[in-house]
C-alpha cells in the first residue's frame, strides 16, 4: 500500500473523445468515481460490452451496443461517455512541439475553469 504522503492530492484532467471506445471507455468511467478527476473533449464512441454484430446484404457490417452501461451515479452511458466540458482539440492535437502542445492544454483547463 503507497503510504498517503505519496499519494497524488491534486485535480485531473483526462481527455475524451469519439476516438475513445471499449476499454478506453471502461476505464473513463472507473476513473468518473473520483470527485477530483474532470474529463474535457467530446463525447466517447458507446462501445461499451461486445457489439451485435449485423451484415446487410451490402457487405456492410453494422455494430450496435448490446448492453446497459451506467456511470457510478447512475448515468446511463451505453451511447458514450459525456465529458464535463465539452471542448475540440483537434486544433491543439496538431501542435507538434510537446511543450507548445501542453501550454495550450493548460490554457484551456484554466478557461474552463472559469466557467
Excluded at 475524451?16 to 471506445?21: T, V
Excluded at 462501445?47 to 447512475?74: E, W
Excluded at 486544433?91 to 510537446?98: C, E, G, V
Amino acid at each position: 500500500m503507497i503510504p498517503d504522503s505519496l499519494r497524488y492530492k491534486g485535480k485531473i484532467y483526462v481527455l475524451i473523445s469519439e476516438n475513445n471506445g471499449s476499454a478506453g471507455e471502461y476505464f473513463v468511467a472507473m476513473l468518473s468515481q473520483n470527485k477530483d478527476v474532470t474529463f474535457l473533449g467530446k463525447k466517447t464512441v458507446g462501445a461499451f460490452g461486445q457489439p451485435l454484430v449485423v451484415p446487410l446484404p451490402s457487405g456492410i457490417q453494422v455494430m450496435l451496443n448490446a448492453t446497459k452501461t451506467y456511470d457510478f451515479r447512475g448515468n446511463d452511458i451505453s451511447s458514450g461517455f459525456p465529458p464535463d466540458y465539452e471542448y475540440d482539440f483537434s486544433k491543439i492535437y496538431k501542435i507538434t512541439d510537446p511543450q507548445e502542445m501542453l501550454s495550450k492544454l493548460i490554457e484551456v483547463i484554466k478557461e474552463l475553469k472559469k466557467e
